[in-house]
């Protein structure tokens, strides 16, 4: 147990329609990233924040947005949903400094039909 | 740029050792890491080496770094059917910054 929770684990929606993935990392870890991973693409960085303000962005689609609360929990919305948009997506947490480790949790399998 | 290169599947006989290897094109990263992924799970990290090094050992694994050819590898002695998973290369510029993974290298470890 990476201390990383994410939920839902599973979501099956239809094209078109919008979804908020949800991530809370490991107690004390500041910094998030979110990445999409593909069969097609592999695991692609999407965006990470620290401490509540977006600190890098990746290859995130403007369909997509993400935020950190002050909870520092995160959340990723996925709209106007398409079918390539089906994948697994991961969150991650880390802290400040030491070696850049990141925790993964178990993943949000996204289905699109 | 951002680029990490990994060939995508590797086979061994059990007891064997396995060799995974990787390139990466921004020769300004400072920590190179190697994840694993078992099926059905994140990611876990099994090593890394910083920039400034050229060899790093860890019990069966040994990460061999060429900095001038931009090549780092992993070497798994004595290898095993639980080491069969997904095995991703990764690099970042600082440890507070954004990770960049390899496309992952799916080791089949044969009894």
């Known amino acids: 147990d990476s201390g990383v929770t994410q939920t839902p684990k599973h979501l099956i929606t239809a094209t078109g329609q919008r979804v908020t993935l949800r991530c809370s990392p490991r107690?004390?870890?500041?910094?998030v990233y979110w990445y999409q991973q593909s069969l097609d693409q592999g695991l692609q960085f999407l965006i990470q924040?620290?401490?509540?303000?977006?600190?890098a962005k990746g290859n995130i689609l403007e369909r997509f947005s993400a935020q950190q609360f002050p909870d520092l929990h995160s959340e990723l919305n996925l709209s106007s949903l398409e079918l390539g948009d089906s994948a697994l997506y991961f969150c991650a947490s880390s802290v400040q400094g030491g070696t850049g480790e990141l925790f993964f949790g178990e993943g949000s399998r996204l289905t699109v039909l | 740029g951002e680029d990490v290169e990994q060939s995508l599947f590797l086979s061994v006989r059990e007891g064997d050792s396995s060799v995974i290897n990787c390139t990466y094109t921004d020769s300004s990263s400072t920590y190179l890491y190697w994840y694993k992924q078992e099926p059905g799970a994140g990611l876990q990290l099994l090593t890394y080496i910083f920039s400034n090094m050229d060899m790093k050992q860890d019990q069966r694994l040994t990460v061999l770094l060429n900095k001038k050819d931009k090549h780092l590898s992993l070497r798994i002695a004595d290898t095993q059917t639980g080491d069969s998973a997904i095995y991703f290369c990764?690099?970042?510029?600082?440890?507070?910054?954004?990770?960049?993974f390899g496309p992952g290298t799916s080791l089949s470890v044969i009894p």
């Open positions: 924040y620290y401490n509540g303000e977006e600190r």
């Open positions: 990764a690099e970042s510029w600082a440890s507070y910054d954004k990770v960049i």
């Open positions: 107690s004390g870890d500041l910094s």
